[in-house]
């Protein structure tokens, strides 16, 4: 009769035994899959492929990582695949582009995603974006660009390196002329060099791979750099939200120039639990501070400007609760469809 009763009653304690597994119980022998929301090749794929060699040891219970490219839709595939398809266990994490957030807001129709509620583990490194000039143009300074024109080889309508330099235009009044049609940015500088424009908008970390020599002779104006602070590298060079006049100015770059500070990072589905949050970011953390995954990036050329998940997901929400009237007036400047 007692035998019974306690098989009868095992059922029952399954469950609770269940909810008590550790963290390091429940990640040893699994794998982690890292969704990426671009192709192989890029700076997006290197960084996720440095954190994969690196993050697995220190995640208790030593988890195997394994990073799985999924373009499309300039990673909203990825995205849309995260909050609906990939499990809510903390076995999968991803890298999406920074403006998600951003384009939820403002409506782009193949969003299949709330931002604020994925969990976010923490930042490799923020991707602030410049806008310069050549030597010999006449426009020196950003406020040289409130009274004088400068040609700018740009890209699609949707590309930062158009929309930045837009934003400017519609906000602050900058006279930035938009050259459309080059393919990318390597074309786009080619395009400077050969005197086509007078410059151009890439981010800090491209300009230095590809202008090496120009920044060497100093032979290029820095006119701004688009995020909510200052590169340590840039100190002299102004953040575009240091430009805003009103309230209602500020408010507007600073959605823009938030994406930068998001920059390149990891985050982990909805509803996963906390516990495993907690430890995720925190092992990211320790990561950060690894010097093998430092050098890591070192051998690769690539930025380390760590964030934390809990400081990541204030930025991400910020986002969520910008004013209704900013966002019809940003809707004008960033294509969302």
């Not at 020599?213 to 840039?234: A, C, I, M, S």
């Amino acid at each position: 009769m007692h035998r019974l009763f306690a098989l009868a009653a095992l059922p029952l304690l399954l469950p609770a035994t269940a909810d008590a597994q550790s963290v390091e119980e429940f990640y040893r022998g699994k794998t982690i899959t890292v969704i990426i929301g671009f192709a192989p090749g890029a700076s997006n794929d290197f960084y996720v492929r440095a954190v994969a060699r690196n993050l697995g040891r220190h995640i208790p219970g030593n988890p195997a990582v394994v990073p799985r490219n999924m373009p499309g839709g300039g990673s909203l595939v990825a995205a849309n695949h995260m909050f609906n398809v990939a499990p809510k266990d903390g076995t999968a994490l991803g890298l999406i582009a920074p403006t998600a957030p951003l384009e939820e807001r403002l409506g782009a129709s193949n969003v299949r995603f709330k931002s604020a509620q994925f969990n976010f583990i923490g930042r490799m490194a923020a991707t602030p974006s410049v806008t310069f000039t050549v030597a010999s143009s006449p426009v020196k300074t950003i406020q040289d660009a409130m009274v004088r024109v400068a040609s700018l080889g740009a890209t699609g309508r949707s590309s930062t390196v158009t929309v930045y330099p837009n934003l400017l235009n519609h906000v602050v009044g900058t006279r930035f002329k938009l050259v459309m049609g080059y393919k990318g940015s390597p074309e786009a500088m080619l395009a400077m060099d050969r005197g086509e424009v007078e410059g151009h908008t890439t981010t800090w970390d491209g300009m230095k791979s590809r202008a090496e020599q120009h920044l060497r002779d100093k032979t290029l104006n820095l006119l701004v750099q688009y995020g909510l602070k200052r590169h340590p590298e840039l100190p002299d060079i102004p953040a575009s939200v240091e430009l805003g006049r009103t309230p209602e100015e500020i408010e507007a770059l600073r959605v823009f120039a938030n994406a930068t500070d998001v920059g390149r990072f990891l985050f982990a589905t909805p509803d996963t639990p906390a516990d495993r949050i907690q430890a995720l970011r925190r092992a990211f953390d320790a990561m950060a501070n690894d010097p093998e995954y430092i050098a890591d990036l070192k051998q690769q050329k690539l930025e380390h400007g760590p964030l934390t998940g809990e400081e990541l997901q204030k930025l991400v929400v910020e986002v969520a609760n910008v004013s209704p009237a900013t966002i019809e007036r940003v809707r004008g400047i960033y294509s969302a469809n």
